[in-house]
């Protein structure tokens, strides 16, 4: 139930000039959740929620957003000593771009990042970007995560 409650207030404040998210049913004020006993005494915030984002969070550009030539890819992540890759990936699973991407701080802290990649496509396409860590102790991908995006031509 926190998790919902989460994703809620991540959608609504994404947008400057929401600051909280104020929970209402019928017009009055929600203060338990669901018969959870989950109490909620105001406006919620990004960070009364602060445990409940994958490893790396992408939330530029939106969940299915246009995405710019360059593609501007930011948000937060807490991986191990900060590092991750992102891709830009066609329908067919063609890499488009990747990246090498660092967050400003790594392992037990939720840092940002702010990367841009060039990418390049013909038409119009609803593809993914994909962000991933690799592990340390054996090298596969873990913390994946894909976000679809529009691609646009050019670049």
Same mark, same amino acid.
């Given at each position: 139930?926190?998790?919902?409650?989460?994703?809620?207030?991540?959608?609504?404040?994404?947008?400057?000039?929401?600051?909280?998210?104020?929970?209402?049913?019928?017009?009055?004020?929600?203060?338990?959740?669901?018969?959870?006993?989950?109490?909620? *005494?105001?406006?919620?915030?990004?960070?009364?929620?602060?445990?409940?984002?994958?490893?790396?969070?992408?939330?530029?550009?939106?969940?299915?957003?246009?995405?710019?030539?360059?593609?501007?890819?930011?948000?937060?992540?807490?991986?191990?000593?900060?590092?991750?890759?992102?891709?830009?990936?066609?329908?067919?699973? *063609?890499?488009?771009?990747?990246?090498?991407?660092?967050?400003?701080?790594?392992?037990?802290?939720?840092?940002?990042?702010?990367?841009?990649?060039?990418?390049?496509?013909?038409?119009?396409?609803?593809?993914?970007? *994909?962000?991933?860590?690799?592990?340390?102790?054996?090298?596969?991908?873990?913390?994946?995560?894909?976000?679809?995006?529009?691609? *646009?031509?050019?670049?």
């Amino acid at each position: 139930m926190f998790g919902r409650l989460a994703q809620v207030v991540y959608t609504l404040t994404q947008f400057p000039k929401v600051p909280g998210v104020a929970f209402r049913l019928n017009g009055q004020p929600v203060t338990s959740f669901s018969g959870t006993c989950i109490v909620l *005494t105001g406006p919620s915030a990004w960070a009364d929620y602060h445990d409940f984002p994958p490893a790396i969070f992408m939330d530029r550009p939106g969940w299915g957003r246009t995405l710019p030539n360059p593609a501007r890819l930011a948000g937060l992540a807490n991986v191990f000593q900060a590092p991750f890759a992102a891709e830009i990936v066609a329908v067919d699973g *063609t890499v488009l771009a990747e990246r090498a991407v660092s967050a400003c701080c790594g392992t037990g802290c939720l840092g940002t990042f702010d990367v841009t990649i060039p990418y390049h496509v013909n038409q119009v396409e609803p593809p993914s970007v *994909t962000v991933y860590d690799l592990s340390a102790k054996d090298g596969p991908r873990v913390n994946a995560a894909s976000y679809p995006v529009t691609l *646009t031509p050019g670049g």
